[in-house]
């Protein structure tokens, strides 16, 4: 038994050589390259245009989302829905407003609907489901009465509790459209100068004319600067 013992450790000891020979195991190995000075790995950056995905708000603005009651939509604008049934708001990308109310659908197209919460255009009608025509009702013997949309409070009070969103969506709307006017800027410029169908007088008036047009546009105050923010009653 002894002996049988003493070969078998015998027949080990050439793995043990093998394994003792083995160099250890390093970051390194794992990299595949070598370390950097200081010898730390520096975590992966974050994506930059995560913020910009479809379909995803920065948590400070997803929390503000949240507290207003809108409803982010795919087109990247913001529902809101009166929890009175009053009235039903679309906040635009560029911090604008289009309001409609709850026997209307909301038509951006018709912009004589009823401006910064006035009547609308045409007269106001509730569908009376029984006999399937719109007849006149309170609201809107109110609006031939007074002449004035009696929503026009909350409307007012939606405004301005979400008056920091919509500005905080419009200095981005701007800053976006400025940064795609200066990227192409350059090759409009480059296009102006290199016709030389025109004289060089006439080139440097349009390059100049195309830069007074940078300016006003930057001079543009954003949608949200009136309260009115481009109200239609639809």
Same mark, same amino acid.
């Not at 195991?25 to 790995?41: F, K, M, S």
């Not at 949240?66 to 009166?82: E, I």
């Not at 209307?104 to 255009?121: D, E, F, H, I």
């Given at each position: 038994?002894?002996?049988?013992?003493?070969?078998?450790?015998?027949?080990?000891?050439?793995?043990?050589?093998?394994?003792?020979?083995?160099?250890?195991?390093?970051?390194?190995?794992?990299?595949?390259?070598?370390?950097?000075?200081?010898?730390?790995?520096?975590?992966?950056?974050?994506?930059?245009?995560?913020?910009?995905?479809?379909?995803?708000?920065?948590?400070?603005?997803?929390?503000?989302?949240?507290?207003?009651?809108?409803?982010?939509?795919?087109?990247?604008?913001?529902?809101?829905?009166?929890?009175?049934? %009053?009235?039903?708001?679309?906040?635009?990308?560029?911090?604008?407003?289009?309001?409609?109310?709850?026997? /209307?659908?909301?038509?951006?197209?018709?912009?004589?609907?009823? %401006?910064?919460?006035?009547?609308?255009?045409?007269?106001?009608?509730?569908?009376?489901?029984?006999?399937?025509?719109?007849?006149?009702?309170?609201?809107?013997?109110?609006?031939?009465?007074?002449?004035?949309?009696?929503?026009?409070?909350?409307?007012?009070?939606?405004?301005?509790?979400?008056?920091?969103? %919509?500005?905080?969506?419009?200095?981005?709307?701007?800053?976006?459209?400025?940064?795609?006017?200066?990227?192409?800027?350059?090759?409009?410029?480059?296009?102006?100068?290199?016709?030389?169908? /025109?004289?060089?007088?006439?080139? %440097?008036?349009?390059?100049?004319?195309?830069?007074?047009?940078?300016?006003?546009?930057?001079?543009?105050?954003?949608?949200?600067?009136?309260?009115?923010?481009?109200?239609?009653?639809?």
């Amino acid at each position: 038994m002894g002996r049988q013992l003493a070969i078998a450790l015998l027949g080990l000891l050439p793995l043990a050589a093998v394994a003792q020979a083995e160099p250890p195991h390093t970051i390194e190995d794992e990299l595949g390259t070598p370390l950097p000075a200081g010898g730390r790995v520096a975590p992966s950056p974050p994506r930059a245009n995560a913020a910009s995905l479809p379909g995803l708000v920065p948590s400070a603005e997803r929390d503000a989302v949240s507290d207003l009651g809108l409803v982010r939509l795919d087109d990247g604008t913001f529902a809101f829905a009166d929890p009175g049934a %009053r009235f039903t708001a679309v906040v635009r990308a560029d911090g604008s407003v289009m309001f409609a109310d709850r026997w /209307r659908r909301p038509s951006p197209k018709n912009r004589a609907r009823g %401006r910064v919460g006035g009547l609308p255009a045409e007269g106001a009608r509730a569908l009376n489901p029984f006999v399937g025509i719109r007849v006149a009702g309170p609201l809107e013997w109110a609006l031939a009465a007074t002449r004035q949309d009696p929503y026009a409070a909350a409307k007012a009070g939606f405004l301005l509790r979400t008056e920091d969103f %919509r500005r905080s969506l419009a200095i981005g709307f701007v800053k976006a459209r400025l940064g795609s006017q200066l990227r192409a800027l350059p090759r409009e410029l480059l296009e102006l100068w290199s016709d030389r169908k /025109r004289s060089a007088a006439l080139r %440097r008036k349009l390059i100049f004319q195309r830069w007074d047009e940078c300016e006003e546009a930057v001079g543009d105050e954003p949608a949200v600067s009136s309260a009115s923010a481009d109200v239609d009653a639809a």
